[in-house]
Nanobody, 115 residues
């Protein structure tokens, strides 16, 4: 079955950086547009970034443009999110997902930005 396993989240200070990873299995990863979505405290799910099957066609929400970079390695079935210049408001559980709404997503990894 479809499995998406995220890792890399941790406590980081404002201005810091993190790299999230997601290992995919159970489907043809290289055929799918993939997403990172997040859910902040008391908030709903929001998509953060997306990437085309071939690693092209990236999309970002405005608040992360220039700070986050989504990438993938189809041979390893891995999805990544490089996050820099982290802000308090980036605190959230981050999920990799097969869709922009996060309907098919992993268990998530917690990112906490705090001083």
């Amino acid at each position: 079955q479809v499995q998406l396993v995220e890792s890399g989240g941790e406590l980081v200070q404002p201005g810091g950086s993190l790299r999230l990873s997601c290992k995919a299995s159970g489907f043809t990863f290289g055929d799918d547009y993939m997403w990172w979505v997040r859910q902040g405290p008391g908030k709903g799910l929001e998509w953060v970034a997306g990437i085309g099957a071939a690693g092209d066609g990236t999309l970002y929400i405005d608040v992360v443009k220039g700070r986050f970079t989504i990438s993938r390695d189809n041979a390893k079935e891995m999805l990544y999110l490089q996050m820099t210049s982290l802000k308090f408001e980036d605190t959230a559980v981050y999920y990799c997902s097969r869709d922009r709404r996060g309907l098919v997503r992993g268990q998530g990894t917690q990112v906490t930005v705090s001083s």
